[in-house]
């Protein structure tokens, strides 16, 4: 890191590796691919003339140039680099024109240790560099919104770590492996994610005979934070995330998501709860889970869903019914024999 700068030095062979990575590294504003070279001005003019020929090789009609000196002891100041790196274009490929309002290409020259030229400066997801904020701890289901909501948490900066609950065998092996598939995907965006995989299918079966069927998907909500919250506290995440919606769905009510949030110690973080449907289905398409997410399957809350689900439970009789399913003993054995995944920037 110098002057604002991070330099990653790779082989020209790796570069679609490197590309992949840093088109999802949060923290940065944008990358250019380029190639350290001689301070002198004719070094800068005649890799000027090459990038030229390059944009112009991609159908390109017109330029700018853009100058930064970082080393003021390089006899040409960023105003006649300009002049200089313009002529030297133009001289190279005459059918390209100067263009400042709206270039087709820019063509930055950087004196700096080195001097660089390059044209095909990108732009990066900015954010925050992850690990800055902490880790939470992602409800992730299959579903589309649960990994949009770990991916904006990590533009953040907050590293990641997520828990799916499976209720198998009512729910299959594919669902499984499609939720690590997503986990896969965050981990590249938050360097490696870590998943806990718990069954949860005794829990659900406690819940669906002895409790009244409308009230079924928020007490399986509440077992499911009281889980993470436990998992979260051991495992060192300050936080738990969902991709819950406000009135998305009747779980997702005011008055629900204050039920399952009753009694919870550590901030649950909802990124998702003022956005529509539609925003989050592009944001899932531009990471790259929605594919994924639309897959069939079978997620362990729709499995026992009532036909008529509570809409505004109230806290206090959540808080009854949920005490008199005795859970605990059940979420200890989930937390005990729950299987860790750990997927790597790569997936
Ligand atoms: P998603 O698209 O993320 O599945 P959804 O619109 O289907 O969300 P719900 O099924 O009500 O909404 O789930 C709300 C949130 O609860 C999810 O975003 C997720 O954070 C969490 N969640 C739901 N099911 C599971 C599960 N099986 N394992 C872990 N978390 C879950
Ligand atoms: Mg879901």
Redesign the pocket.
């Known amino acids: 890191m110098r002057n604002g700068r991070f330099y990653v030095h790779g082989l020209e062979e790796d570069s679609a590796a490197i590309e992949n990575a840093l088109d999802r590294l949060f923290g940065i504003s944008g990358w250019a691919q380029t190639r350290g070279i001689p301070k002198t001005i004719e070094a800068v003019l005649a890799e000027c003339a090459a990038e030229a020929k390059k944009i112009h090789a991609r159908g390109i009609a017109s330029f700018k140039i853009e100058a930064r000196r970082t080393d003021k002891s390089f006899p040409f100041d960023s105003y006649a680099l300009r002049c200089r790196g313009g002529d030297a274009v133009t001289d190279a490929v005459p059918g390209l024109r100067v263009d400042v309002q709206n270039p087709g290409a820019i063509i930055t020259i950087e004196i700096r240790e080195k001097a660089y030229v390059y044209s095909d400066a990108r732009k990066a997801l900015g954010g925050l560099p992850v690990g800055t904020a902490g880790r939470g701890l ?10 949009v ?1 770990g991916f904006l948490m990590a533009s953040r900066g907050m590293g990641i770590d997520a ?4 209720a198998y065998p009512y729910t299959s092996a594919e669902a499984k492996q499609k939720t690590i598939r997503l986990a896969g995907i965050l981990g590249g965006y938050c360097m490696g994610v870590r998943l806990y995989i718990l069954g949860f299918t005794k829990i659900q079966m406690r819940i669906k005979e002895a409790s009244p069927l409308p009230w079924s998907t928020v007490l399986l ?1 509440m077992a ?1 934070m009281r889980c993470a919250e436990t998992i979260a506290k051991r495992n060192g995440n300050k936080c738990i ?5 406000l009135s ?2 009747a ?2 009510t005011i008055e629900n998501i204050s039920c399952t949030q009753n009694g919870i110690s550590i901030p649950v973080l909802r990124p998702l709860i003022g956005t529509d449907k539609e925003s989050i289905i592009r944001k899932a398409e531009q990471i790259g889970t929605y594919k994924i ?1 639309i897959e069939p399957y079978e ?4 499995l026992f869903s009532p036909p008529r689900p509570i809409l505004r439970g109230t806290v206090a009789e959540a808080a009854e019914l949920y005490r008199s399913l005795e859970l605990e003993p059940l979420i200890e054995e989930a937390i005990r024999n729950y299987e860790t995944v750990k997927l790597g920037t790569g997936g």
């Open positions: 992602l409800l992730l289901s299959g579903g589309i919104d649960s990994p909501a828990v799916h609950f499976h909500r499911m995330i969902t991709g819950e919606s998305q769905v779980s997702q997410s997620d362990c809350c729709v």
